[in-house]
């Protein structure tokens, strides 16, 4: 621990300074703590060093010893860490508080009580365990209403003192203990995984292990924890620290060290020296005549082997014969584990798309170098060889765990669906094709059995949107799904499938309606009940979306016991409100669910609705009706007529596969990186309801309050000025953004400073505009999300995050209005404004990049995700076309929709780097800082934004 050790070299020669020059060390340069003492006595003494130089060399000396004593009892330097816990009493005068107040005392406390648990002093353990405890019992109350983050140190420090008062009662035994009931005590690992993996929570945690492994004489447990903070320094790219902490666990013999340290090789680009050192030693255990029994050594030997085949695969070294039998290997030792099953299946779908793309492209006349005249002839490869094996490892890593399940299930049925559709597309089918479709059928069916339905609840989407699809086999495998699932949760199926069951598709709706039935013919009477009255709610909610205010009348509310009445009348029932959290699957870590665990939360169901109805001005007269729920709280939800929400069900979706995404990627979880989803509920091709989201203002309305207490802006008259400027404007573009902009300068932090008048709170709220308007930005342009004018982005009141409405206008959309976007998000003056002195550069940027950086190591995941868009038949991309498609109210059939499918491989040009900006122009691959560069100065280049049509309001 390198950096410790610096830190008392460091520390020390502070001392000397403060001193006045060497005195308290000897001549090797050394701490002597008791001529530090005798110092710090003679000027605490001294009447002329009242309030003087003596007492501010005692407050340097009570920093510096801090420092030190956190230095000395990490590195576990006893000797040090006495002469340290000397020096702060001397230099305290009238003693230490050991309360964990602050930062310096806590790191004295932790000292402390280290010093007296060497000392065996069970008396001044306990008494400082408790002090230390209730100091920070007292102060947390008030640090917890701020903010959790705020109060999550302090309830590490409450952890720490736990594990502390644990191994301190194990130490107290009459008896020896033994590992067993050690590790049972002290629940180090489970422990571990509560807290949050970042270097600055859990090093002080791993550190206080190593002194506790000492005093337990747990050579072992010293090791592990050493190991530990091995992984979290590589993972967090310490690796100097990394590698000294690896060659600690090693040092004591710690399994998993040596691949611990073969990892570190391969992140310093070593990476024939780590396949090197970790073959020899996996091919050692290989050679041993008695395998071990012990699943934990079993475990461990997996893991080695599966890294050293995944390296090889990645240098190129050693054929697909040697690496498939490794895989095998490696799922022998360990059947049960996720992610062997996960790489194995990755493997086999590289094989499967690498022969699919070859597959038909032998030697052509006139293309063979030789003429036809080679003698050796290469076996031709099948796509069917893999895609059996690789759909059963998908299968088995879903089965095992939820860790790649994001990857894993989404996949598996792209590839069962594909294949299904190369099925019913072939007119002859081969014998190979036979044999795959049999083993494939074979694979479905027993997942179908082995597969939990709350897993299968994460593609209710993917499964909705597939219908009808064309061969007989795969459309009877989704209506099994689709069944079992509105067997398991009927509540989220009902929800969802509402639009489905309304289609204007014939085959949809029957389809759908089918499955309905048959789940309800299988419930018993009250589960009919919730079927029945289901239905008449959904019939309700369709009038209340469609009903509109008199024409003679302009009224902006209504009452709900007077204009839907029949909605009222159905009140109180079993239907559960449908907020976003009814919709979200939780899936802890492990394959299996803890007992008790509910993989979806149950809502409250809506017992009344508010007599209050409020109807907007704009021109579909949206309105806001309010449910009441069983839990007395009020839910509202905004119902809109005439308009398809589909896009926005299906982007709510995708933003939430992409959120569970950045929650697994520690640097985007660390800064809270995510889009803000609400519950969307197509009921019709034209209408359905949206969630209300409280405390949300339109971006406009807050330029424009900020700019009306400045007195530069009239809400009514300064739009109609700036359009009569770009009416008499003969000049560039940007010419005319410049002259409208040196009328309004940039204000909108004035706005922030005026809603969140804390320091802290206004610090957290500028900082979650900006991550959050990265986010959206790089994911809306990925997506082609255009129309962000001021009123489609909003911002929390309470938070500063951001939060985007109405994506009706989705994959380029913009490029087709009268007036093209040339942007590809908001990036105006008064939302850079809002980013701080720093403008687009800092937080924004590294947002930004590493907003892309998930998206692009997600690509596949996310590219599944939205292929729901293809083969759902939208509106816009239907109405009106001229294509071959079949019309959607004969439609039997699922068939693929050209227009999506261009604006799907748009997507991926995007997320691969090669399609920059609006356009989509063709470039050479950028890396993610290229890219996120790039489109940055698009958005803010004000030709362009001069380009933009006036009511978009560039200039805000």
Not at 146 to 158: F, Q, V
Not at 182 to 208: I, M, Y
């Amino acid at each position: 621990m390198g950096h410790y050790q610096t830190l008392l070299h460091q520390v020390d020669g502070l001392m000397a300074r403060c001193l006045g020059g060497g005195q308290g060390f000897g001549a090797s340069g050394a701490l002597n703590a008791a001529d530090i003492i005798a110092t710090l006595g003679t000027l605490a003494n001294n009447p002329a060093n009242a309030g003087s130089g003596g007492q501010t060399a005692q407050w340097c000396m009570w920093q510096l010893a801090a420092l030190g004593i956190a230095a000395a009892w990490r590195l576990g330097s006893h000797e040090l860490l006495r002469g340290y816990l000397g020096i702060v009493e001397a230099a305290s005068g009238a003693g230490l508080q050991r309360g964990g107040a602050t930062d310096d005392d806590w790191e004295a406390c932790v000292g402390y009580i280290l010093e007296a648990a060497h000392r065996g002093s069970h008396t001044d353990v306990v008494t400082m365990i408790k002090a230390a405890r209730q100091g920070i019992l007292g102060l947390l109350p008030s640090i917890a209403g701020e903010s959790y983050t705020r109060a999550y140190p302090d309830l590490m420090k409450l952890h720490m003192l736990q594990e502390i008062e644990d191994a301190w009662g194990l130490l107290q035994q009459p008896s020896a203990v033994g590992p067993l009931q050690r590790s049972r005590a002290l629940r180090w690992p489970e422990r571990l995984s509560l807290t949050a993996p970042v270097l600055s929570s859990r090093a002080p945690l791993l550190a206080l292990r190593r002194q506790l492994a000492g005093l337990l004489r747990d050579n072992e447990g010293m090791g592990r924890a050493w190991l530990q903070h091995a992984k979290l320094c590589r993972s967090t790219g310490h690796q100097e620290a990394a590698e000294t902490s690896v060659l600690e666990a090693q040092a004591r013999s710690v399994p998993g060290a040596l691949l611990e340290r073969c990892r570190l090789l391969w992140d310093r680009d070593k990476g024939h020296r780590a396949v090197m050192e970790l073959q020899l030693v996996v091919q050692q255990e290989l050679e041993e005549e008695v395998q071990p029994n012990d699943p934990a050594v079993q475990h461990q030997r997996a893991k080695e082997l599966l890294q050293l085949t995944e390296w090889m695969a990645a240098v190129g070294q050693g054929g697909k014969e040697v690496l498939c039998a490794n895989y095998d290997d490696a799922i022998q030792l360990d059947s049960n584990w996720e992610k062997a099953h996960f790489s194995y299946a990755c493997y086999l779908d590289q094989l499967y798309k690498d022969a699919k793309q070859r597959e038909g492209k032998g030697p052509k006349s006139g293309m063979d170098r030789l003429g036809g005249r080679c003698r050796v002839r290469r076996e031709e490869e099948s796509p069917f060889d893999y895609l059996p094996s690789a759909l059963s490892h998908y299968g088995e890593s879903i089965r095992a765990g939820h860790k790649h399940i994001l990857q894993s299930l989404p996949r598996l049925l792209t590839l069962y669906f594909e294949f299904g559709n190369r099925l019913a597309a072939t007119k002859q089918v081969t014998q190979k094709m036979r044999s795959a479709q049999t083993q494939i059928s074979g694979v479905m069916k027993g997942l179908v059995r082995s597969i939990p339905a709350y897993k299968w609840l994460l593609v209710l989407p993917q499964l909705t949107s597939r219908l009808c699809h064309q061969e007989r086999d795969v459309q009877e495998f989704i209506q099994t799904l689709l069944g079992s699932i509105v067997d398991h949760f009927p509540q989220q199926a009902l929800w969802s499938m509402t639009v489905v069951v309304k289609s204007t598709v014939r085959a949809r709706q029957e389809i759908a309606s089918a499955v309905i039935a048959a789940a309800r013919r299988r419930c018993s009477d009250s589960g009919r009940r919730l079927f029945d009255l289901f239905n008449k709610l959904v019939d309700q909610l369709i009038r209340a979306c469609m009903w509109q205010p008199p024409t003679e009348r302009r009224t902006s509310k209504a009452s709900a016991q007077k204009e839907f009445r029949g909605l009222c009348a159905l009140l109180p029932l079993e239907v559960q409100v449908p907020v976003q959290a009814l919709f979200t699957v939780d899936l802890p870590p492990g394959g299996k669910l803890p007992q008790g665990h509910r993989p979806v939360s149950t809502q409250a169901t809506i017992a009344g609705i508010k007599d209050e109805v409020v109807v907007m001005q704009s021109l579909m007269k949206p309105k806001k009706i309010t449910f009441i729920g069983s839990d007395g709280v009020e839910y509202p939800f905004l119902a809109k007529p005439k308009d398809d929400l589909r896009k926005d069900y299906r982007l709510m979706d995708f933003a939430g596969t992409l959120n569970a995404l950045l929650a697994r990627q520690p640097q985007a979880r660390r800064r809270g990186l995510s889009l803000r989803t609400y519950a969307v509920l197509p009921l019709t091709n034209d209408c359905g309801i949206l969630q209300w989201v409280n405390n949300l203002v339109p971006f406009k309305h807050a330029c424009e309050e900020v700019y009306v207490k400045a007195k530069i802006y009239r809400r009514h008259s300064t739009p109609m000025q700036i359009k009569k400027m770009y009416d008499s404007h003969s000049g560039t573009r940007r010419e005319l953004m410049d002259k409208v902009l040196s009328l309004l300068p940039p204000r909108m932090s004035k706005w922030f400073l005026s809603r969140f008048q804390d320091p802290g709170t206004w610090l957290a709220a500028r900082l979650a505009f900006t991550r959050t308007n990265a986010a959206w930005a790089m994911v809306g342009h990925v997506l082609g999300l255009g129309d962000r004018h001021g009123e489609n982005i909003m911002i929390n009141a309470l938070t500063g995050e951001t939060m985007h409405v109405d994506f009706g206008c989705l994959f380029d959309h913009g490029l087709t209005l009268e007036v093209p976007e040339m942007v590809p998000f908001r990036l105006t003056q008064n939302v850079v404004d809002c980013f701080g002195v720093s403008g687009v550069e800092g937080t924004f940027r590294c947002a930004a990049e590493m907003t892309l950086q998930v998206l692009r190591d997600n690509k596949a995941t996310l590219m599944t995700c939205a292929e729901t868009f293809l083969h759902d038949p939208l509106v816009d991309w239907t109405k009106g076309s001229r294509s071959t498609i079949t019309s959607s109210a004969t439609a039997t059939q699922d068939q693929e929709n050209p227009q999506a499918k261009d604006a799907l491989l748009v997507m991926e040009g995007r997320l691969s780097g090669t399609l920059l900006g609006v356009l989509a122009t063709p470039t050479l691959p950028l890396s993610c800082e290229g890219q996120a560069a790039r489109l940055i100065q698009e958005a803010s280049d004000h030709e362009n934004l001069g380009k933009m049509y006036i009511w978009w309001m560039p200039w805000l």
